[in-house]
């Protein structure tokens, strides 16, 4: 079971569309990160929230940390294809030190057609 | 400012055979993270440098090990190579691998793609 439930896995849409990444747990997290993969290369860094309820805007994108911080969502207005990429939420648990542990969800593969 | 680098890229080799992969963080940053990740697994925590001193591990075995050097550059090793050991190794840098509010802030690098056959 992992540990961050990241929904869906597979996200095949047309530029303009909008969309929605999910990203769960049963546990609190401190802070939470959305990172984009291109093949052949590694993850980067989109945004960090670390406060329940906060609310992020990168362009066309949207991230928000749940309230109880256990979730978080990644929202894309009118998709272009150089979204195209894999999507991935990462985490760093409440308490105790973590030095250099990201704990990642399984990944959104979007696709954008145009 | 020149990013992390990881070489080499790609890398074949044979069961039972061993494997070094080198990280050469952002300049500045003393804090080297490295991870695997594979299809099924996605990405899992190996370990953490700083200051020469690993001050985290994952739940990898043994034969995955790895040590920093003192101008933080760091290699990992992996041992005894079994089929599964076939992934991404992805290293990432950072400051001080712990930031404000538990927050990591990770600069990974492009990976070395190790094949194992």
């Known amino acids: 079971t992992q540990l961050l439930e990241q929904s869906p896995q597979f996200l095949s849409i047309q530029e303009g569309e909008n969309l929605t990444v999910y990203c769960n747990s049963s546990s609190v997290f401190s802070s939470l990160q959305w990172y984009r993969q291109e093949p052949g290369e590694g993850p980067v860094l989109l945004v960090t929230?670390?406060?329940?309820?906060e609310v992020k805007k990168l362009k066309r994108l949207t991230f928000q940390f749940g309230d109880a911080r256990k979730d978080s969502s990644l929202h894309i207005t009118a998709a272009q294809p150089g979204d195209t990429g894999l999507y991935l939420c990462?985490?760093?648990?409440?308490?105790?030190?973590?030095?250099?542990?990201?704990?990642f969800g399984q990944g959104t593969i979007l696709t954008v057609h145009p | 400012k020149a990013g992390v680098t990881q070489t080499p890229r790609y890398l074949i080799k044979t069961r039972g055979q061993q494997v070094t992969l080198s990280c050469s963080p952002i300049?500045?940053?003393?804090?080297v993270s490295w991870y695997q990740q594979t299809p099924g697994q996605g990405l899992q925590f190996l370990f953490e440098y700083f200051s020469e001193t690993q001050r985290n591990k994952g739940n990898f075995p043994g034969r995955f090990s790895g040590r920093q050097f003192s101008n933080s550059r760091s290699e990992m090793n992996v041992s005894t190579l079994e089929l599964g050991d076939s992934a991404l190794y992805l290293c990432?840098?950072?400051?001080?691998?712990?930031?404000?509010?538990?927050?990591?802030?990770?600069?990974f690098g492009a990976g070395s793609r190790l094949t194992v056959l």
């Open positions: 300049s500045g940053h003393r804090s």
């Open positions: 929230v670390v406060t329940g309820g």
């Open positions: 990432a840098s950072s400051g001080t691998g712990q930031g404000k509010s538990g927050a990591n802030v990770l600069t």
């Open positions: 990462a985490g760093v648990r409440a308490g105790g030190t973590s030095y250099g542990k990201l704990t």
